[in-house]
């Protein structure tokens, strides 16, 4: 089969390797816009992954989410983010609630934990056999994130990289839903970053600032 | 159905005449209760509907549910026509807020409808996600701090809980695809409960906790609840009152379809200690918060996490008592929460206060609202003769038959903390003698409730009374049937 040099070069877990990189790497980077950047990677390696598999498999389908993922996480989302960010005039995250080391280390220690519990339990055979520890290491180092960051737009940050996880963990169960769902899906997670972003305009207006600190009015 | 809410919504677009987009609104949800109901009287004579693609599809549950979506939009758009106009007047929110608030009214309610008649996983899981996008911009339609900041919470942490959830949708795919073969796997609903038994068990029971985790954020229930209170207390008061009367049973509808597979799948004993998990630590936590509340929106909405933990228990339990109960128990909530939140919000009008703290004298000052609050909370608190004393005794049946006496006992005496901290606030609201109303609030607001608003809110209480004695023939049928199919 002359696609096989796919799966011979193991290029899918370079690519996922690269996804998981991008969200470890967000622990230590300070500048908002970096982490936009760090953002827009992970998602086009995700429509990059979309696309092998779909040369990989011959799926027509899977062409056409690769290109829904591009289109919407890999262009739209970050250029809209990048807007809103230049509207606030945030520049850099304040120093998190977790320090740079130690932080790394509980990450690598989840990626870990998460390594060692999946060898058994759900196992999937085929190409994508790493995918799903990939993913849902990425998707408990985003929560992490989301949890010791600041910056409003940070946390929104995190949110993204997670649901890329889960749509990464989606991918290597399914292959690929049915091109409809895909689209809802897409469409939703759009809809949620715009609404997001009227929202730290909101904040930005009332708290004169988008650090989460400051939301703590409502209690108990 | 769907098409309604969506032409509702396409009018308040298009007009900026107050008078048409109110009465569109209402006479769109006047409608909808009259095709509710007569889908019901379909599914009634053993119709299920389907559309041709296999994407919709409503039997009794979902036609049981699309009642009480119906009738509680309806209750809500007449309030809201009063409460909106009332705040319109009072300046706290201006002209284009207002007209926005109508708009997302209807595509809330439009969320919402999809939700029960939707036969693939993955359509639910969409509109359970719309639901929350579109709701959370309601919770933050006074754009003041504290609601900017509920909303904030809202929409970051459902959001969070309904990724766990799709997740869980993906790994029920993925089990069913393991059934059926490779790239042939099923997420129709009617499809994967025939199949459930052939469903690998321990792929089965992951997707399912990330299932309850996921939908049970959006549910309310403890300890993943804390968006809750905050939501419930800012959001405008037609609004609070949609939140708890449907969105939290909508939310736990899904739950309750993943849980037929689920207990298909691995067995009940599997969904019963999930749900006894969940149901015990909410009506726990929330007896707890109860007693210190003294804000009483937010004594509401912990009475609202209590109710899905009563809900989550009796749906636990199982076996035609337990779901019967649970059923009932979702349609007695959402009659009587909403209409609490609708005699707060004509407290808040009138005193533009909601601390229990200062008011006193409501059956005085205001004898109609204070009667029907007064059926409100007793029935609430879960006091005999009223509705919701009688699912909550089908569940204790139900548990007794069952032997889960821990549970019962754990019920029992959270009750009675509920019981202390609903009269201990609401008792002082409307007994003794009238404090002075604050002339702030007094001078914009009528300090009688108009004739339409009055007789719904009266319907209300009766059918919290009327439904303590007696359930209608057809009502109990409905939820024999839905009970059944949730039963398998």
Known sequence: ?220 | MMIIPAAAALICLLTRQRRVYEYATVAGAAAMVFIALSIAAGVLRGLVIKSPGGMIYVDALSAFMLVIIALLSFVAAVYSVEYMGNELTAGHLDKKAHRYYYLLYNLFIFTMVLIPMANNLAILWMAIEGTTLVSALLVGTYRRRESVEAAWKYIILCTVGITFALLGTFIVYYASSGALGEGKGVLEWTALTSMASRLNPATIKLGFILIIVGYGTKAGLAPVHNWLPDAHSEAPTPISALLSGILLNCAFYGVMRFAVIARASCGPAFVRDMMFLFGISSVVVASVFMLIQGNVKRLLAYSSIEHMGIIALSFGVGGPFGLYASLLHILNHAIGKPLMFFVTGRIKGLYNSVESEGISGILKAMPLMGVIGFIGVMALAGAPPFSMFVSEFLMLRALAAGGYWYVMGVFLATGGLVFYGLLKNFGGMFLGAPSMPLPVGAAVYKSKTSFITGTVMFGMAMALVVMGIYIPGPLDRLITLSAGIIGG
């Open chain 1, 1 to 220: 089969m002359p696609r096989q040099w796919v799966v011979v070069y193991s290029i899918t877990d370079f690519i996922t390797i690269g996804m998981l990189l991008t969200v470890v790497a967000m622990n230590s980077i300070k500048r908002i816009e970096t982490c936009l950047r760090a953002y827009t990677l992970n998602s086009l390696l995700l429509a990059l992954l979309m696309a092998i598999s779909a040369f990989y498999l011959d799926a027509a389908h899977l062409y056409v989410a690769a290109a829904f993922t591009l289109v919407s996480k890999g262009i739209a989302i970050p250029l809209f983010l990048k807007k809103v960010v230049r509207d606030l005039k945030i520049t850099r995250e304040v120093e998190p609630n977790i320090n740079t080391p130690l932080s790394l280390v509980i990450t690598s220690v989840l990626v870990v934990v998460v390594y060692s519990s999946l060898s058994k339990g759900i196992f999937i055979e085929g190409f994508t056999e790493n995918t799903l520890k990939v993913s849902v290491s990425i998707i408990l180092i985003s929560l992490f994130i989301m949890i010791t960051r600041r910056k409003a737009v940070t946390q929104v940050i995190g949110l993204l990289l997670m649901e890329n996880g889960v749509f990464l963990a989606g991918f290597s169960l399914t292959y690929g839903m049915s091109t409809i769902i895909e689209l809802g899906v897409v469409f939703d997670v759009l809809m949620g970053v715009i609404i997001l972003g009227v929202f730290l305009t909101q904040i930005k207006k009332s708290f004169a600032k988008v650090d989460l600190d400051k939301l703590n009015t409502l209690k108990g």
